[in-house]
């Protein structure tokens, strides 16, 4: 089995400061992970991925996300956030074995002029 | 087509009626994904495609749900009966053999049984 655990519902954050949205995971064998940004009214859109190499990935829109295999964790972050960066968030992960995404609950980010 | 498209974007049906989601993935993209997007929740996998392979139904919650795929083109969503509880965003999403590329979604479906 696999999933993902978003323990943020919510993250408030003011424009220019770093954000960081919390991700972990459970899954058997070596994680794919990636994290999906969904605006109002719209579907997800694809941020960024780790399927192996180095533990630190760059996405698209200055975001990144790191990768830590001890903690189980593949937190998102930015180094300073925009009002346009406000959206909801998801993290998903799948095995090597499966076929299908699990995704977490998502967080809502709030980035405050 | 460049992306995955879904019709219609909004459906209000009244309980008991039969409804039927459109997805139409992007050419050459052979796995094809359905979710449910319930208000405030993350996304639940309903059932998966890939090809001519039987599919894989494990996410469908009811037999009231069923979807159907032609080759790799078009998949239809029917939901039978509707209720309620139904109510959510269906969303399409396709890929292809290279999954960890990740997925392309489509806008969604907002479905509200009255």
């Known amino acids: 089995a696999q999933s993902v655990a978003q323990p943020e519902d919510q993250v408030n954050v003011a424009e220019g400061n770093p954000l960081t949205v919390k991700c972990t995971y459970s899954?058997?064998?070596?994680?794919?992970l990636f994290w999906y940004v969904q605006y109002p009214n719209r579907g997800l859109q694809f941020l960024l991925k780790?399927?192996?190499?180095?533990?630190l990935v760059k996405g698209s829109y200055g975001f990144e996300a790191e990768f830590n295999k001890s903690q189980t964790s593949f937190h998102l972050k930015k180094p300073s956030a925009l009002v346009s960066d406000s959206a909801l968030y998801f993290c998903?992960?799948?095995?090597?074995?499966?076929?299908?995404?699990?995704f977490g609950s998502g967080t809502q980010l709030t980035v405050l002029p | 087509g460049a992306g995955v498209s879904q019709s219609p974007s909004n459906k209000v049906t009244e309980k008991g009626k039969d409804v039927e989601l459109r997805c139409d993935p992007i050419?050459?993209?052979?796995?094809l994904y359905w979710y449910r997007q319930r208000l405030g929740q993350g996304l639940e996998f309903l059932i998966y495609?890939?090809?001519?392979?039987?599919?894989?139904k494990s996410g469908l919650p009811s037999d009231r749900f069923s979807a159907e795929r032609t080759g790799e083109s078009v998949s239809t969503l029917t939901i039978q009966r509707t209720q309620q509880e139904d109510s959510a965003v269906y969303l399409c999403?396709?890929?292809?053999?290279?999954?960890?590329?990740?997925?392309?979604f489509g806008s969604g479906t907002r479905l509200t049984v009255v």
């Open positions: 998903a992960v799948r095995s090597g074995s499966a076929r299908q995404l699990t």
């Open positions: 899954v058997s064998g070596n994680p794919y």
């Open positions: 780790y399927i192996t190499g180095d533990n």
């Open positions: 050419s050459g993209h052979t796995a």
């Open positions: 495609f890939q090809g001519n392979s039987a599919p894989d």
């Open positions: 999403a396709a890929t292809d053999n290279r999954a960890n590329y990740g997925y392309t």
